[in-house]
């Protein structure tokens, strides 16, 4: 009995005196949970998921990026090991259950010694943990109880909560709760790694080089939307700043808005609404060759308004005019036609209306001012340069731009693919919205080349890719908001298509508080474009 009772105490010294090891500091992550087991046994719940999110390519958006857990009995063995390995935190949290007899799960980063009572496990947390969730606007993030509050983690909240899994490991015990001699571990996965949940039409490839374009030309805050111009299903949809949704608290009190969609969001449109203007004037027969003066100034009903060239663009035809970026042709050209059709076509492109991407979630509608308000003759020079009550949302510019760049066609966006179910099978999501014969191929290929125009010769051309071309139009509006030494913010974009010959995607980049659309957003789309292509994807 005494040899008995000196063992035991020297195994309870042994446990106790790996207490003083030094230790190396990882952050905790995921609380631990423990049960009474079934069968007798004792549990613990490592970690539980929902339903999965893939890209176009079936990658995973969410739950991709695995990380080491160690499962541990109970014994002094084991302590010892997990003692070696865990930052002080961890230990912390591990030590007293093991004390009681518990068992515990949880994340190492180091090397762990040999131990048969660890059982070594891959745990794959919802969101990315060593480097920045992909997509995390328009994922979303939880809350404390699993539920969806943003994005569409909220929007999609039951799909993905009814494929719901569980990953926990037990160890069989006595009826005293004590774990039995020689018992092994044993891990339950009850849809864990499920395959079930939603396929988007986003692109992992696209939505990461978008984002790191807006990174590395420090676009922020700002947005940029990635179509393909003959679909209109979206590749990127991108937002800054950004969050962690593995800790949100952090950015609660951020004024910089980090949970916002800026993407989704409605802003004054600037220059690059003036494609849209030219293209209702060329349904409304009025020439391209029509050509109006410009010295710079122009007075409307006792208002005066400049053009961006102080000494005037002369007498520019309608390219030309798109071209250099002409304020002052298009107030002339907008005077000159009926304000109905125009704003008529002006929502067949889609501006005005809301964009559903998803139930509960999507683009927002912005704004278009009605005939009466362009009666006023001051709000109808406005609006012919895309300022004043008009709206607009980075995803709007993107869908109409593609409608331009495809024959005069409009396809409501799209995000989703289909859903999946457990076994990898895709259902096709229904899609909304349908499509519309906009303008007629005849305009929209005018249009077309007066933006490649614009980019090979024009105000554009900070966007052009280093091979080949693009079309598009850049965009400096102002915000009617000060800073604190009385200068007004600006919201700059731009607007664009690639391959120029054959179209096959679309970009819209948005930027609050910058200095013009060829400075801030042109450099953007054309490092996108690059990359793209550096990837193959061409078109061609």
Sequence with gaps: ??????????????????????????????????????????????????GAIYDRRGER????????????????????ALRAALSEQRWQAAEERLARGGLVALPVDTQLPPCEDIRLLQVYPRY???QKQLAAHLIGHLDGSGQ???????????????????????????????????????????????????????????QRIA?????????????VVVLDAATSEILALASSPGFDPNNVAASLEDPGGPFLNRALQAYPIGSTFKCFVAAAALEQRIPATRRYGCEGMLDVGGRVFRCNREEGHGWPDLS????????????????????????DLIASFGFGESQPLAPGYGGGS??????????????????????????????????ATACL?????????????????????????PREGGERQVISPETAEALRQMMISAVEQGSGQSARPETGSAGGKTATAQSGTFDAFGQELLLTGFAGFFPAENPRYVISVLRQNGVSGAADCGPVFQRIANAMAAEGMTGE
């Design 211 to 223: 984002e790191e374009a807006m990174e590395l030309h420090g676009l922020e805050p700002g947005a």
């Design 148 to 206: 969806g509050v943003s994005g569409l983690e909220k929007s999609l909240d039951g799909l993905l909560r009814d494929a719901s899994g569980e990953l926990s490991v037990r160890l069989a015990s006595d009826a005293l709760g004590r774990a039995l001699t020689g018992a092994e571990l044993e891990l339950s996965d009850e849809g864990y790694r499920s395959r079930a949940g939603i396929q988007l039409t986003i692109d992992a490839r696209v």
């Design 405 to 429: 760049a495809n024959g005069g066609v409009l396809r409501a966006p799209a995000l989703i693919q289909a859903t999946v179910d457990a076994a990898g099978e895709e259902t096709p999501w």
């Design 128 to 130: 990315a943990q060593r």
């Design 320 to 343: 030309g005019a798109l071209e250099q970026s002409c304020n002052l042709y298009f107030i002339q050209l907008a005077q000159a036609m009926e304000p109905q059709p125009m704003l």
């Design 61 to 80: 958006l969410v739950q991709a990026q695995p990380l080491s857990y160690a499962a541990a009995k109970p014994t002094p063995a084991a302590a010892q």
């Design 1 to 50: 009995m005494a040899k008995r009772a000196l063992i035991v105490f020297f195994l309870f010294a042994a446990f106790a005196g790996v207490l003083g090891l030094q230790m190396i500091r990882i952050p905790l992550t995921l609380p631990l949970q423990a049960g009474s087991g079934r069968r007798g046994g004792m549990s613990i719940v490592v970690d539980s998921s929902r």
């Design 366 to 399: 912005g704004n278009v001012p009605d005939a009466g308000a362009l009666a006023v003759p001051g709000e109808l020079a406005n609006f012919s340069f895309g300022q004043g009550q008009l709206l607009g949302t980075p995803l709007q510019m993107a869908v």
